[in-house]
């Protein structure tokens, strides 16, 4: 390996900071560029800022640059979904039947300062804050930032360049704008945007409803999920349509039409949110797209990685995950390709090859999870299918993994083989409901044989 190269990187949020101290470690020189400020130096409530659903595939990513156990300790671990009927009745749908699969809530900002942490105690790692990539030369390996506040225009270079400034990439669109190079570009938006309210803590300081769940209140076309923080509080998102509906951003405009709604389709939650009103006016309304493009590499000089290389839609909870495997599949990709003299042509093609596959697998499974969670969590195939799925994964933990515990758990095998064989135990379940196949008093074992060999008969026609 030529440890003397140096790798830029530009954008230092959870991939970049996260690939700036894996390859610091394996001994390249990096500088880290960021364009806002150094958040652990601005004052911020870690705890009570947005979080983020962490599971195996990112724990992977954090386990290989060795700050795994220091992740966990700001982990707080969900073991399912707590549905919330329009009545208020709760129901815990486990997310595995395996005791030890469960997924975390992390808060960003905590798990961002940790990776700069680490990142920054590398002696072969700059990281630069206020810094803003307006250009890049693609072919020449360098990039030019604007300053914040001076608006003073800088130039760093790089042997390489790794663009890890997530969905709204400047590096992105420079190999978008770039006239002689042929770039595939998609983007797709949800007709739903989200917005995030707040349930502080109770007033002893503890949790207003359960602590170890991912809540959901599943309505059909909109749906409310809220994630526990350290400090007591849950940071509860709301995901609406923009237009075109009774209840949408565009006419939510008034606080009585705010409290009418909530009110009608949460009213448990509503109880627990005493500023719903003031927030829901004070903090923005965010859009949710899915970004697929290709090539990630151009000239063998820069290499797209993260959500600027593949945004998602959040409702996997695997964009972070699916950012840090990234970095996780680069690792392993420099250990096959990198020499005294490496080609970084290849290095990059042999990643995409390697990775993009399983990206868009998990961008179309997100949009599948959208409408399994605002729609089908309520329905009573769906409920049945899941306890079911429960009983197996239980019963026979080494036969049976459902596709939410393919996706989040099985990190061995990758999102592709995990969409495949997911949505076929998918199809072969409710069908045999359906059609009364699999009736209450036949044994576990021979449901899930009857299950098994459906899903072979579905794959084999596929
Ligand atoms: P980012 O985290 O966006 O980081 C990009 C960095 O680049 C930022 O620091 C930014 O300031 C910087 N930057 C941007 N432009 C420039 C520029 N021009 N110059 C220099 N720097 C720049 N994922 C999960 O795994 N689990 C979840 O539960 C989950 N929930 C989510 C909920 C919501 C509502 C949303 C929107 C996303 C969620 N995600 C989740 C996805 C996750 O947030 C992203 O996949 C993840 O942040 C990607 O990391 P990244 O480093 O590639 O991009």
Same mark, same amino acid.
């Given at each position: ?59 992977? !990513? ?78 020449? !390996? ?48 949800? $007709? ?71 009110? &009608? /389709? ?50 996997? !909870? ?37 990775? &993009? ?37 239980? /019963?026979?933990?080494? &036969? ?21 064989? !997911? ?22 074992? /021979? ?7 459906? $899903? ?7």
């Amino acid at each position: 390996m030529n440890t003397k190269t140096n790798i830029l990187i530009i954008g230092a949020g959870l991939c970049g900071s996260l690939l700036a101290l894996r390859l610091a470690q394996r001994g390249y020189k990096i500088t880290l560029v960021e364009k806002r400020p150094d958040l652990r130096t601005q004052h911020q409530d870690a705890g009570r800022s947005i979080n983020l659903a962490l599971s195996d595939r990112g724990l992977k !990513g954090l386990r290989l640059a060795g700050v795994e156990e220091a992740a966990l300790q700001l982990c707080i671990p969900m073991y399912g979904r707590m549905i919330h009927d329009m009545e208020g009745n709760t129901f815990l749908s486990k997310y595995s039947g395996r005791a030890n699969e469960y997924i975390n809530s992390i808060s960003r900002p905590g798990l961002n300062m940790l990776l700069l942490d680490e990142a920054e105690k590398m002696p072969n790692v700059t990281i630069i804050f206020n810094k803003g990539c307006k250009s890049v030369d693609l072919e020449n !390996g360098s990039a030019t930032f604007k300053d914040y506040p001076t608006n003073e225009e800088v130039t760093y270079t790089g042997d390489i360049i790794l663009g890890t400034d997530g969905a709204g990439s400047s590096v992105r669109k420079a190999m978008f704008n770039h006239k002689k190079f042929l770039f595939s570009f998609s983007q797709e938006w949800l $007709t739903h945007g989200y917005k995030e309210i707040t349930i502080p803590p109770a007033n002893d300081g503890g949790y207003r409803t359960e602590k170890g769940a991912l809540h959901i209140w599943p309505r059909g076309e909109d749906m409310l999920i809220a994630l526990p923080n350290l400090d007591g509080s849950f940071t509860v998102t709301l995901f609406l349509p923009y237009s075109n509906s009774e209840y949408c951003f565009d006419n939510l405009t008034t606080p009585e039409m705010v409290t009418e709604y909530f009110t &009608k /389709e949460y009213p448990d939650a509503v109880a627990l949110m005493p500023n719903l009103v003031e927030e829901f006016f004070s903090n923005p309304t965010g859009p949710l797209g899915t970004i697929k493009c290709s090539p990630w590499n151009s000239y063998g000089k820069t290499l797209l990685l993260g959500d600027a290389a593949h945004a998602i839609v959040p409702f996997y !909870g695997q964009g972070m995950n699916a950012s840090f495997e990234d970095v996780v599949v680069f690792d392993e990709i420099l250990d096959r390709f990198t020499s005294e003299s490496t080609d970084w042509n290849t290095v990059f093609y042999e990643y995409e090859k390697a990775r &993009k596959k399983d990206t868009d697998a998990i961008a179309d499974l997100a949009v599948d999870n959208f409408h399994e969670m605002k729609e089908h969590t309520a329905s009573a195939l769906f409920q049945k299918k899941r306890k079911l799925e429960t009983a197996f994964e239980a /019963e026979f933990p080494d &036969k049976y993994y459902s596709k939410y515990s393919l996706v989040t758990f099985k990190e061995e095998i990758t999102y592709a083989e995990a969409l495949q064989q !997911g949505r076929a135990q998918d199809k072969a379940i409710l069908n045999l409901l359906d059609d009364g196949k699999l009736p209450e008093d036949m044994e576990l074992s /021979e449901k899930l044989k009857l299950v098994q060999q459906q $899903t072979q008969a579905i794959l084999h026609d596929d």
